[in-house]
């Protein structure tokens, strides 16, 4: 039955493992990924009328044509569904709520993506098999498959849509700092792929050291997940900014359990098994870094 308005949220992510594994002839990096959607959200609402698009992003901070990925999903996705069903013309209007930091290796864009798709696909009443958004949303991101998955958490490779479901976090309260500027996706990898084809020998032999998981279902218990923690790129972008070590020292030194940078960064979370220790952290940060979030690992599809 179809819908004239719908409201959505849209989860952040963490990694909770992240392993560069080698690169695609496009370009494109292949990894091992274990990722967690978490409570922070950004809020969509999407109303049916006339034809087109027309994107509204509250606060003007953001793009509302196609530099932003949530147009290019609603066009990707009206565009695909009028090839296969002849006849079919829509327009809607979508207003983002932003919540999550742009850029800030939380996954924000994707989710909004994933967002748009499964929501254009319920207010039309149009029953598009998973593997058809899918297919989509690959188009859009790598992390946009895994929003449109049901599961909570996954173990992601390929170049991050080929999809395991896993048991989510558990047991644990996730303060997120984001140290307020943006890093770039693309400069991260690109950095990577310089540095490790600069030194290589070295790469090889800490290969050796820290083995791969290899497998999801060594990620099922939460404190084997701990231990395995490991994020590649934040070699990377703590390099440029060194003040991410800087947080992550200053996370284990309030009572996390263990911190990593997400993503491509530059935000650090860090896991809290007491809850009081996570709430005195959050006041802590909160002073130096507005953008700094107290949320739970998603258990269910919300």
């Not at 994707?110 to 998973?130: E, I, Q």
């Not at 599961?151 to 303060?175: K, N």
């Not at 790469?203 to 050796?208: G, Q």
Request: net charge neutral; aromatic share 8%.
């Amino acid at each position: 039955m179809q819908q004239d308005r719908l409201t959505l949220k849209a989860p952040a992510k963490i990694n909770l493992y992240l392993k560069v594994t080698g690169r695609r002839a496009d370009g494109y990096h292949t990894l091992e990924t274990l990722m967690q959607k978490v409570s922070l959200f950004d809020e969509l609402e999407l109303s049916r009328g006339g034809r087109g698009i027309r994107l509204c992003c509250p606060g003007g901070a953001l793009p509302e044509n196609q530099d932003n990925l949530v147009y290019r999903a609603a066009e990707l996705f009206l565009r695909k569904v009028g090839e296969s069903r002849p006849g079919f013309v829509a327009g809607v209007d979508i207003t983002l709520k932003k919540n999550i930091p742009v850029a800030a290796g939380l996954g924000g864009g994707s989710s909004d993506a994933a967002a748009t798709l499964k929501g254009l696909d319920a207010l039309f009443d149009l029953g598009c098999p998973k593997e058809e958004l899918a297919a989509i949303g690959i188009r859009l991101g790598a992390d946009v498959p895994f929003f449109l998955a049901d599961t909570p958490a996954a173990f992601a490779t390929g170049i991050g849509e080929v999809l395991t479901p896993v048991a989510p976090l558990a047991g644990y309260s996730v303060l997120l700092v984001n140290p307020g500027f943006s890093v770039s996706t693309q400069w991260v990898y690109q950095t990577f792929a310089l540095t490790k084809k600069e030194n290589e020998g070295i790469i090889k032999n800490f290969e050796k050291e820290v083995v791969g998981i290899g497998a999801p279902d060594e990620f099922m218990e939460s404190k084997a997940r701990l231990a395995a923690m490991r994020n590649d790129l934040e070699a990377v972008t703590a390099s440029k900014w060194p003040g991410i070590e800087q947080i992550k020292g200053q996370l284990v030194a309030h009572g996390a359990a263990a911190a990593l940078m997400s993503g491509s960064g530059p935000t650090v979370f860090g896991l809290f098994a007491e809850r009081a220790s996570a709430e005195s952290c959050l006041a802590f940060f909160k002073r130096r870094f507005e953008r700094t979030y107290l949320v739970s690992p998603l258990t269910g599809e919300q």
